[in-house]
């Protein structure tokens, strides 16, 4: 598998237990790589401008910002 070839995916949820949880069930896929994770919206944003992911697995409902709300930000 080359690296070209490999999907990059930013976890962001508020809660730990979730975030390792996706990240075990993505580590069965061999063409799947979690890049990053994020505890909170802005986070997430601060993670996406960066580059490092080509997919964001977003919770709806975080703390400070929504899923929907990081979604737009980054769309922008």
Not at 9 to 18: E, G, N, R, T
Not at 66 to 73: C, M, T
Request: net charge neutral; glycine share 6%; with cysteine.
């Amino acid at each position: 598998m080359t690296t070209k070839n490999v999907i990059k995916v930013l976890i962001a949820d508020d809660h730990a237990i979730v975030r390792e949880g996706l990240k075990q069930i993505l580590a069965d896929t061999k063409d799947i790589v979690v890049a990053g994770h994020a505890e909170n919206g802005i986070e997430a944003i601060k993670l996406t401008r960066e580059g490092t992911c080509q997919v964001l697995l977003l919770d709806i409902s975080m703390p400070d910002r929504s899923g929907i709300e990081v979604l737009k930000q980054v769309k922008k």
